[in-house]
């Protein structure tokens, strides 16, 4: 069999994923044949359609998800399109073309733009202009297969969440923005993503594998006899111990656990393949104000991710909300986010912590907390667990005391870890490495400084370490799924690693590789 040809793209998420190309081409064949009587009534109709679709799918996503369908809510009831729409349509179009015609000329302005944000905003855009336009023609947008590796220009925002990734899959973009939304959501989804490929072809179906660490497209030759994508850097495999974590080279366990954001995605996990789960978000399970005030309903999820894990650690941090990441229903000043709104309104902290409380009888629950910056956030957060647990003991309601450990995920706390009274550590790089390189996330120019930024935070993960001292530390941010800096990690004393479950077979061979210092085995 021949062998695969590669094609250099740029990685928008990392992991890799092997599966049935999907050919996504644009509704160009609705507008041969339009509807006869279609006039401003016919669109106004459509437009409250999609709304209501759009509404639909926002009651059953996460907060980044809810925020752009928000968005796109928010312009279909934007009057400028429908009045400019409606004009042309009084002169004498048909209500797709006159839609079509002025959402494109909103395209063309977007992707014209000389700033990459406004530029990725095109396709949400196009998002909505689709969305209208299958509702008035009659011919929704159908999901494409389980497990297949999307293929197209870009992709839209409500397909991507429209879509179950559970059963596995990619995306390879000809085009596509790394600061677009759906490059946003693969990331929190650690769907595999590369955008820039070109226009190249492939056969609908035919077996193509996307390698969104490396930033590469694998095209097999053909349907025939096609293997499933090995990537070049997934060729060690490292021997594995009863608690399903790897050893190094040189024979140090090294353990290994996953992160995640809803309880569904454990469900084609087996929890005798890692060390059990060492973030889980809270904040994509609970998102909204009334999920918050629920204390039953965050119990019942707390459970079944106790349940699955025996007894291995389940680490749950608690709602990092605020700033950039709301609770909906939620209104709060734009500084507050992590620890310090749980302390800004403690009756939300109070909640989850009795939740927590009585979820730990069922396993070996530990309690992270979020964007800590100073020792008293630590023990201010304890003082509530505390009283929660005594009013409970009075009660006499079934709870446990679990471990409380902290991110640390600003610069000012990694500098003096020791002053903590934490029971564990685990660093979260996507922050520091945002505080470190002074850069925010959404800054088009992020991934390039963050990147220089890497071996200062390498330096301040060294120096907190040493901090430390004799308590168990972790690493659960992005540096952790990144097989490029596992070694490096390793460098620095990680020796427990949580990553995205997608990316548990490349950390897994790439720790098999190195010895515990991080040099690269012989032979390898």
């Known amino acids: 069999m021949a062998e695969p040809h590669r094609l250099k793209a740029t990685s928008a998420s990392p992991g890799v994923a092997t599966g049935p190309a999907y050919i996504a081409e644009p509704p160009a064949t609705a507008l041969m044949s339009p509807p006869a009587a279609s006039g401003r009534a016919e669109l106004a109709a459509a437009i409250e359609t999609a709304i209501g679709e759009l509404q639909h799918l926002a009651a059953g996503a996460d907060t980044e998800g809810g925020d752009i369908i928000d968005f796109q809510i928010e312009v279909l009831r934007d009057p400028t399109i429908a009045e400019m729409a409606s004009a042309r349509i009084d002169a004498g179009e048909n209500a797709v073309f006159a839609w079509v015609a002025t959402l494109d000329g909103y395209v063309r302005e977007l992707e014209s733009a000389d700033e990459e944000q406004l530029r990725a905003r095109a396709v949400d855009i196009l998002d909505i202009k689709n969305r209208v336009l299958a509702a008035l023609t009659g011919t929704p947008v159908e999901d494409f297969p389980l497990g297949s590796i999307y293929v197209g220009k870009d992709m839209e925002p409500s397909r991507f969440l429209a879509h179950d990734w559970s059963a596995g899959g990619g995306i390879a973009l000809y085009g596509g923005s790394a600061a677009g939304h759906v490059a946003l959501l693969a990331r929190s989804r650690s769907v595999p993503m590369v955008i820039g490929a070109g226009r190249f072809a492939t056969e609908e179906g035919q077996l193509i594998g996307v390698d969104g660490d490396s930033g590469v497209v694998i095209l097999q030759a053909g349907k025939e006899n096609a293997r499933p994508l090995q990537a070049e850097h997934l060729t060690t495999s490292a021997p594995i111990t009863d608690n399903g974590s790897p050893r190094t080279a040189d024979g140090l366990e090294v353990l290994l656990s996953i992160n995640v954001n809803a309880p569904d995605e454990i469900d084609r996990i087996s929890a005798a393949a890692t060390a059990g789960i060492g973030l889980m978000r809270s904040e994509f399970a609970v998102t909204s104000l009334a999920d918050a005030a629920n204390e039953d309903k965050q119990l019942a999820i707390y459970r079944r991710l106790l349940d699955w894990a025996g007894t291995k650690p389940v680490t749950i941090r608690m709602l990092d909300v605020g700033g950039d990441k709301p609770l909906s229903g939620l209104e709060t000043s734009p500084d507050l986010r992590g620890i310090r709104l749980l302390l800004a309104r403690p009756e939300i902290a109070r909640v989850q912590a009795r939740a927590l409380l009585r979820a730990a009888i069922f396993g070996n629950l ?11 956030d630590v023990d201010e957060i304890r003082n509530i667990f505390r009283e929660e647990a005594a009013a409970f003991a009075r009660r006499g309601i079934p709870h446990r005391d679990p471990s409380i450990g902290m991110m640390v995920e600003v610069p000012a706390a990694a500098l003096m870890l020791d002053q903590f009274d934490a029971d564990f550590f685990s660093f979260g790089t996507n922050d520091l490495l945002q505080y470190v390189a002074a850069s ?33 530390f972790s690493i659960c941010g992005d540096m952790a799924g990144d097989q490029r800096k596992t070694g490096p990690l390793l460098a620095v004393g990680i020796r427990h690693f949580s990553v995205a479950p997608a990316q548990l077979p490349a950390i897994r061979s790439a720790i098999g590789a190195l010895n515990a210092d991080g040099t690269r085995a012989a032979g390898e």
């Not at 309690?367 to 100073?374: K, N, R, S």
């Open 366 to 376: 530990r309690v992270m907390l979020p964007m800590v910056t100073f020792p008293s």
């Open 440 to 472: 925010a996330r959404d800054d088009t120019d992020f991934a390039a400084y963050s990147e220089k930024a890497v071996p200062a935070v390498l330096r301040l993960i060294a120096y907190a370490v040493n901090l430390a001292g004799s308590k168990p």
